[in-house]
């Protein structure tokens, strides 16, 4: 089955360093997500992207984050200046019809430690 | 508010017997879904309902859904060992093509 691929497996950093976390997302995919999960919580959604836009975003995205898709097959995800309460597990999702219709393929995520 | 909620929050029970969880949510919805998750591991998609089904099985589970009280449970029967994971259900919303709302996921561990 198709994988959605994420770098890397684990993340260290200070607080206020930049981070970007990368995904490759099943190829034919149109809709991509991230979300977050503090360890041993609920896993919360950040923000979808379509069409080269966001297209939902909640209210944890805040100014401090970002998404691109720089080429055809990449999906990052920026934080400008890391904060404590930033680590967390962070997981790329991708799908073919949007979260409405069909399944959400996840990747095996990111650990970010900010220290 | 959180959109799902899921019941019981860990559960303990011993190889061959079933498991039964359960999800409340707050909104209508298109569809709901559920995910199993390993420890430290991505979530991998198990089933998804649509509002207008009622039960769907999959292999060993089951899942029922009742809009009318906004709730819907995952069995599995016959357990394993290595059905031991944490599991979701997650929502869409109406009009929720952009957005999958998870629950608070339930502890499963299944002792051999």
């Known amino acids: 089955e198709p994988e959605v691929t994420q770098t890397p497996s684990h993340q260290v950093t200070q607080m206020g360093q930049e981070v970007i976390l990368r995904c490759v997302p099943i190829?034919?995919?149109?809709?991509f997500y991230w979300y977050r999960q503090i360890l041993g919580q609920k896993v919360e959604f950040l923000v979808s992207?379509?069409?080269?836009?966001?297209?939902?975003k909640s209210e944890i995205f805040d100014d401090q984050f970002s998404v691109e898709r720089p080429d055809g097959s990449n999906f990052t995800l920026k934080i400008r200046s890391t904060k404590l309460e930033d680590s967390a597990m962070y997981f790329c999702a991708s799908s073919d019809t949007g979260a409405g219709n069909e399944k959400l393929f996840f990747g095996s995520g990111t650990q970010l430690s900010v220290l | 508010s959180q959109q799902g909620e899921e019941d019981p929050q860990a559960l303990s029970i011993q190889e061959g017997e079933n498991a039964t969880m359960n999800c409340s949510y707050k909104t209508s919805i298109n569809n709901l879904q559920w995910y199993r998750q390993n420890s430290g591991r991505g979530l991998v998609h198990l089933i998804l309902i649509r509002s207008n089904e009622r039960e769907k099985h999959s292999g060993r589970l089951r899942v029922t859904l009742d809009t009318s009280k906004k709730s819907s449970s995952l069995l599995i029967t016959a357990s394993r060992a290595a059905d031991t994971a944490s599991y979701f259900c997650?929502?869409?919303?109406?009009?929720?093509?952009?957005?999958?709302?998870f629950g608070t996921g339930t502890r499963l561990q299944v002792f051999p």
């Open positions: 992207f379509y069409n080269n836009e966001i297209s939902e």
């Open positions: 190829s034919n995919h149109l809709y």
């Open positions: 997650a929502t869409d919303l109406p009009l929720g093509r952009y957005k999958l709302i």
